[in-house]
């Protein structure tokens, strides 16, 4: 018995060693910190550029569904959602980091942000074309017959309805978003993930800073999965 109680201590002692060396010793708890700050902030002004441009290529797709018109804007739209949805998000950000901005100094923080922005764009024009095209012809109609244009009923008729029923998608669009940002370190961005890499070369733990890691993602998905649920809740609630 004796013998267990000393391995048991002997573990716990190692483990807050570990957790000293990894995250008191060196600010190594700092560097997290300021990890998961640009974590966040490439998410959400990625999510920002992801959600503009896909509503613009969504009402291009949907219209040219609609009226057969803006026959190729819709062509450069496809080809756009087939290059970015067919090719992994890290070598995008490669791509767009040591190619297309080779020759220029940029903050590594904007790179990602366009990377990511753009790829999301193309998830975000799915859900949102989805949610135009499942709006009812009669709204079209309806719009229609009391005067307004073609942009008119879509702006202030379909687009508000679409928008509510995909803002869950949207929401869980950013979650994985979120959780793509994890790559940004191919760029030397000192991102979440990239902080617990440095911590772990500083104190060449194998475990502490990645489970640290992990546990953040984990900890702030959940959140965020828990405020989605509220909100379709919500929103099924106004509904009835």
Do not use: H
Not at 12 to 31: E, K, T, V
Not at 70 to 95: D, E, F, H, S
Not at 132 to 158: K, N, P, V
Not at 190 to 203: E, F, H, P, Q
């Amino acid at each position: 018995m004796d013998t267990i109680f000393s391995v048991l201590k002997n573990t716990w002692d190692q483990i807050c060693a570990d957790f000293y060396a990894n995250f008191i010793d060196g600010d190594g708890w700092l560097l997290m910190l300021k990890g998961l700050g640009v974590t966040f902030q490439i998410t959400i002004f990625a999510l920002i550029i992801g959600i503009v441009i896909g509503f613009l290529v969504a009402i291009v797709r949907s219209t040219y569904d609609k009226t057969g018109k803006m026959r190729v804007l819709n062509a450069i739209c496809k080809l756009y959602l087939t290059v970015i949805r067919g090719t992994p998000v890290v070598v995008q950000l490669l791509i767009i980091y040591y190619v297309i901005f080779a020759s220029v100094s940029i903050d590594k923080t904007i790179v990602a942000i366009l990377s990511f922005g753009i790829n999301s764009g193309a998830y975000v024009a799915e859900i949102v074309r989805g949610g135009i095209m499942s709006i009812d012809e009669g709204q079209f109609e309806a719009g229609r017959s009391l005067g307004f244009s073609y942009a008119s009923t879509m702006w202030y008729i379909i687009t508000p309805q679409a928008f509510k029923n995909i803002l869950p998608a949207l929401a869980n669009e950013m979650i994985a978003l979120l959780k793509e940002t994890s790559v940004a370190g191919y760029i030397a961005l000192n991102d979440l993930t990239r902080a617990g890499y440095t911590i772990r070369s500083r104190t060449f733990s194998a475990y502490m800073p990645l489970l640290a890691v992990a546990a953040i993602y984990l900890i702030v998905v959940v959140i965020l999965t828990k405020l989605v649920g509220i909100l379709e809740r919500r929103l099924r609630t106004d509904e009835r």
